[in-house]
């Protein structure tokens, strides 16, 4: 058995809800039989962004913001590797607002979490993206991202996890990981993770949060309808969480299958000059 | 290049009524083309090149167009040679205008010789040589549409150069066919109402012939599609990027290429998601790159200093152009070189390195590609918008050199013989032995945070200074590996030229004039441009009296780059500079060379 890196502790203060997300993707990664060499962590900025270091799993740290598009690289690179993307609200929904939007359209198999605690944590506790009216003097209006995610018209598994509700977010999150076995295409969760120490959520968060799946007229394959759920939840001050789209069967929708098929995928191809001679050659016969 | 007696006739075709001068015979000759974009400058020029390459001419073509689709604007340069060229010829031979400003600006450039075809549909040109013929009215008519009156002037072109009538014929049939029935028919209905029209005109019909060379089986290609095809061969099998001019061609070549080889080509939504997805994919094991210009390499900046400090190998192809900002899209310049050297805040190891045309194109971004991978680190390959875009002839790629080298890749048959893995193991060489995801029984911390071997960030003052000897020294350790400068002229020859990139075309035949002038030269052509290969450079500088830096940029960037690493040679050291947007003509050279002007 040769050592690879070991993880290391977390840097988190006691009680962060990032520690529930870290115990949920163990377990799913587990209950899936995922070998560690072939688990991808894509870490963003900030204190969520540190994950990668605290598991058994390739990681890699990504730019402030650009971890999505770091996750789909590998991904389209070597498509039959398990590829998490795990960052916080600043880094998704601020910096990395381009390529968050871009990533539904892009649907590539890769499994997005966002540790959504309403601030920038790391930089001790300015408003974020998804901030309240009032947090910290924030005057902007918070952004939904699932109620955008919503509005992409594309076979994307959209979810929202509490992290005081670990039992329920390592089902959906098994769940999302084999939809991008499936080749099916982008899951996104977001996880809703209080930062004990400068906007402690929990109590509010516990008391507002909704089970959509339990909502008259769910149907979590039917846009339109979540839509109008969504909405009067959200207007009736709950917080919905579940699973909002989880769309009907499309064989290997996803962007690597789209784009390789069955091929193994730039990372596994054999490139050697040799092995390739008589298409090389022909390649270069058609220049003119 | 010498050429049989036998073989330097005309070109068969009509020739003019009896009594006429014998035509004037062009070896090396120049045609200019010029009109509003839209008017299909681009297309005549595209038609000439072919003829011309029918002919065993090498051809180099350059295009000055705006940016914008319509209007404005736009000329193109064909040059047809029984020599190898690899620059616009100072002078024009022809001039084909489409509108006034095309003759307001060519004829400053025309030769003693020199004529005028123009379309007299809108204006009138009042110089002796000069025939104007209303191709607009004259195509509009039978086919319905004016957009044919670019094909009409090559019909008359082709009867003022004496050309072949069948070849002429062909070139229209080989560029049309693929469009299909009725643009080929009423493109070879076009030529002919040009042609007649120009045969109509005393004295114009073999005015010039094109001498016939012997240089068959090349290509016409430019610096963009060769660094395609480099990528290829190269092992190239993910691109990422994003449109910008000059540099769009290699994605759109790609796109044709790539996914028969199992590769993908992705546009993303911008140059940070290009670079960020080609880090992505590096990381998990594919030969990768982007290209793009400045703008787009401001906002790549940040992902290339990743690339340089977490170790991942990727390629950025950067088409210079004339910046900053939106600069002049469509335009020549060398003005990234500083930034380059300089890239990002931090510091980190990167190799600089720049071809000169199509050939040097090709086999440089296979050697890129081995270079990334087998170091560890970014490698920009330095273009500039002439290479990239304007087309040269060149013998075809060389396959038989062409070689991948992963270097110390890991795979699963390297795990009995390991006990750990470390991707950021201490090494000699700087170089950490490397698994991608998916390599049974290995993972790995990559990070842009500063890391200890295993990849665990590390504030460790200790470990921070051996971090950065292992990566910085990369710059010294791969010396010998980096493309090696080339040398022309006398050995002898006490005048120094300097450049790299495009620019070494205008200094090569400068070069090549001086020396029939009996003026000694010797030409270093950079080739790594950083870091500065001092030890090539150093030995050259000892050996001439004076070098004259020669660059596209303000600055003398290339030059401050020299002063600043090779301190001692400062006095030598001359710039000669132009920033206006358009490559050196060589005459703008010599005169920047007191010695021989």
């Given amino acids: 058995m040769v050592q690879s890196a070991k993880p290391t502790a977390p840097i988190w203060c006691p009680g962060c809800g990032d520690f529930s997300l870290l115990a949920a993707v163990k377990k799913a990664a587990a209950n899936l039989k995922i070998p560690a060499h072939d688990l991808v962590l894509v870490g963003g900025i900030g204190c969520s962004g540190s994950i990668h270091n605290f598991l058994e799993v390739n990681g890699i740290h990504a730019l402030h913001g650009r971890l999505l598009a770091q996750a789909v690289g590998v991904k389209l690179a070597n498509p039959h590797l398990t590829v998490v993307a795990a960052g916080g609200d600043g880094d998704g929904y601020a910096i990395g607002m381009g390529h968050f939007m871009h990533a539904f359209k892009k649907n590539a198999s890769i499994l997005y979490i966002v540790m959504n605690n309403e601030t920038y944590g790391l930089t001790k506790g300015q408003p974020s993206p998804t901030s309240q009216i009032g947090f910290e003097g924030n005057i902007e209006a918070p952004f939904d991202a699932i109620l955008s995610a919503l509005s992409i018209p594309a076979p994307n598994f959209l979810a929202r996890t509490f992290s005081g509700d670990p039992k329920t977010m390592t089902a959906v999150l098994e769940e999302a990981i084999r939809f991008n076995h499936e080749h099916r295409g982008f899951a996104f969760v977001e996880d809703l993770s209080p930062c004990v120490t400068y906007n402690d959520t929990y109590k509010l968060w516990r008391e507002k949060v909704v089970d959509v799946s339990k909502l008259p007229g769910y149907d979590p394959t039917d846009r339109k309808s979540m839509f109008r759920l969504y909405l009067e939840t959200t207007e009736a001050g709950k917080i919905p969480i579940g699973v909002f789209h989880r769309p009907a069967e499309v064989a290997r929708a996803g962007l690597e299958a789209k784009l390789l098929g069955e091929n193994v995928g730039p990372a596994r191809s054999e490139i050697s000059v040799e092995s390739n001679l008589a298409a090389y050659q022909k390649l270069l016969a058609g220049v003119a | ?597």
């Avoid at chain 2, 009138?124 to 013929?133: E, K, M, Y």
């Avoid at chain 2, 940070?272 to 793009?292: C, D, F, K, Q």
């Avoid at chain 2, 270097?407 to 390297?414: C, I, Q, S």
Wanted: glycine share 10%; aromatic share 8%; net charge neutral.
């Fill in chain 2, 1 to 597: 290049m010498t050429t049989p007696a036998s073989r330097t006739g005309p070109i068969s075709g009509e020739s003019g009524p009896a009594g006429t001068p014998p035509p004037i015979e062009l070896a090396d000759l120049s045609v200019m083309i010029g009109g509003q974009g839209g008017d299909g400058t681009l297309t005549v020029s595209d038609l000439l090149g072919r003829y011309f390459r029918k002919c065993g001419l090498y051809v180099y073509t350059s295009r000055n167009v705006l940016s914008r689709i319509r209007g404005g604007h736009a000329d193109a340069s064909v040059r047809a040679s029984r020599d190898p060229i690899s620059a616009v010829k100072p002078e024009v031979d022809v001039l084909v205008a489409f509108d006034n400003e095309a003759v307001e600006m060519g004829r400053a450039e025309l030769a003693a010789h020199g004529y005028v075809i123009y379309d007299s549909t809108g204006f009138h040109v009042d110089l002796p040589n000069a025939s104007g013929f209303p191709f607009a009215t004259l195509v509009g008519g039978p086919l319905g549409q004016p957009i044919f009156k670019n094909t009409a002037a090559y019909g008359a072109l082709s009867v003022l150069l004496g050309f072949d009538v069948a070849k002429t014929r062909e070139v229209i049939e080989e560029r049309f066919k693929r469009r299909g029935g009725e643009a080929l028919e009423k493109n070879l209905k076009a030529l002919e109402i040009g042609r007649k029209a120009a045969l109509e005109v005393t004295g114009l019909a073999g005015r010039f012939s094109v001498a016939e060379g012997d240089a068959h089986d090349l290509i016409l290609t430019t610096g963009n599609q060769a660094v395609a095809l480099g990528f290829v061969v190269g092992g190239g099998r993910f691109f990422a990027g994003y449109p910008i001019t000059p540099a769009t061609e290699v994605m759109e070549y790609l796109q044709r290429y790539l996914p028969s080889f199992g590769g993908v080509v992705r546009q993303a939504e911008d140059e940070l998601a290009a670079v960020n997805m080609i880090l992505g994919a590096a990381y998990a094991g594919a030969r990768v790159m982007t290209s793009t210009s400045g703008p787009g390499l401001s906002l790549m900046t940040e992902g290339i200093g990743q690339a340089g400090t977490a170790e991942i190998p990727i390629v950025v192809a950067d088409c210079q152009r004339v910046g900053p900002s939106t600069g002049q899209p469509t335009r020549h310049e060398q003005s990234d070189l500083s930034h380059l050297a300089n890239l990002g805040h931090g510091e980190y190891p990167r190799f600089v390195i720049a071809p000169s045309d199509p050939a040097d194109c090709f086999s440089m971004t296979v050697e890129a590609l081995n270079l990334a991978e087998k170091w560890r680190v970014p490698v920009i390959l330095l273009l500039d918008q002439a290479l990239c875009q304007n087309t040269a002839t060149s013998a075809r790629f060389d396959l038989g050199r062409a070689h991948v080298d992963r270097g110390k890749r890991l795979t699963a048959a390297d795990l009995p013989q390991m006990t750990e893995y470390k991707a950021y193991r201490f090494s000699d060489d700087g170089i950490s032995p490397y698994a991608a995801p998916g390599t049974p029984g290995l993972w790995a911390e990559i990070t842009g945070n500063e890391h200890d071997e295993w990849g665990h960030v590390s504030v460790n003052p200790t470990n921070r200074v051996r971090m950065m000897k292992k990566r910085m020294g990369k710059m010294v350790q791969a010396r010998d590996d980096l493309p090696p400068c080339r040398l022309f002229g006398a050995p002898d020859a006490k005048v120094g030229l300097i450049g790299y990139g495009s620019t070494s075309g205008p200094i090569l035949e400068t070069q090549a004039i001086l020396a029939a002038r009996g003026v000694k030269t010797r030409y270093l052509q950079a080739r790594t441009v950083y870091p500065v290969p001092v030890h090539e450079i150093d030995p050259f500088l000892k050996s001439v009296d004076v070098a004259y830096v020669i660059e596209h940029n303000y600055t003398g960037q290339f030059a401050r780059l020299l002063r600043e690493t090779l301190p001692w040679h400062h006095a030598k050291l001359r710039s000669i500079l132009k920033y206006d947007g358009y490559t050196f003509r060589t005459p703008q050279i010599i005169a920047g060379i007191p010695e021989v002007a």
